[in-house]
């Protein structure tokens, strides 16, 4: 029996709001085009998230609020991202190279995780998990703006620990097919491949992109919106 469904039905999000991007769309309807390795790696990022082996629970604790601040993701369902990052740096599945003024990454992120939470109990009187969502992003927003003008963040360069957030928090959130849905991804091209490639020329399981703007051109939207936001709030 095919385990193909009715396009849109049962198709999640990040969030579990609607789809306002790609409304309908679902990566699972295509689960039938391909490979049966492929499908099983695949559909297994949607069953339970794995245990932690890694990190501690104060690491945890830390690790989760700050992927979630990362990624915006206030509201469930979730991508288990800290569990993701978690199982690679359990197995030292790296990105096979580091900056040179930093530690390796297992010990880099319980450094600047522990550095996160020292700078709230210092500055906001409580551990970072335990701030309010705008509370947590001052301090988030605190590395950023130093990695933006090059400076140190607790003695190392913060542009490389914002890289390393960053690099690993991405690339376990897109890794998951609930975010395929939200960006529109077709999934694994194996073996169906594509064939209507070029701009505007879409495959018969894709759908029209509703908002129509480049992704960089929606963030840089999103980054001044939050600025003004904060500076009508005197946070900067």
């Not at 979630?68 to 197995?91: F, M, N, S, T, Y």
């Not at 309010?132 to 913060?158: C, I, K, M």
């Not at 928090?169 to 594509?194: D, L, M, Q, V």
């Amino acid at each position: 029996m095919s385990s193909k469904r009715t396009a849109g039905k049962g198709a999640i999000v990040p969030g579990g709001g609607p789809n306002l991007r790609f409304p309908g769309y679902d990566v699972l309807d295509t689960v039938d085009t391909w490979d049966a390795v492929t499908a099983g790696v695949v559909l297994a990022r949607l069953g339970p998230p794995p245990p932690i082996r890694f990190f501690t629970l104060a690491e945890q604790a830390v690790g989760a609020a700050l992927f979630d601040q990362l990624l915006d993701q206030r509201e469930g369902p979730k991508i288990p991202v800290l569990e993701l990052v978690d199982a690679r740096l359990a197995e030292a599945i790296t990105d096979g190279w580091r900056y040179e003024d930093m530690p390796e990454d297992g010990p880099a992120f319980r450094a600047t995780f522990a550095f996160l939470d020292e700078d709230a109990v210092n500055k906001a009187g409580a551990r970072f998990h335990e701030l309010s969502w705008e509370r947590a992003a001052e301090f988030v927003q605190a590395v950023q703006d130093l990695s933006d003008a090059e400076e140190q963040w607790h003695g190392l360069p913060a542009k490389h620990v914002w890289s390393l957030w960053t690099r690993y928090a991405c690339a376990a959130f897109y890794s998951h097919p609930w975010a395929w849905n939200e960006i529109g991804f077709g999934g694994p091209a194996y073996p169906r491949g594509y064939k209507n490639l070029g701009p505007g020329k879409l495959e018969p399981w894709e759908v029209p992109d509703r908002v129509n703007r480049e992704p960089i051109e929606i963030g840089a939207m999103i980054e001044r919106s939050r600025r003004e936001a904060a500076r009508h709030h005197g946070v900067e």
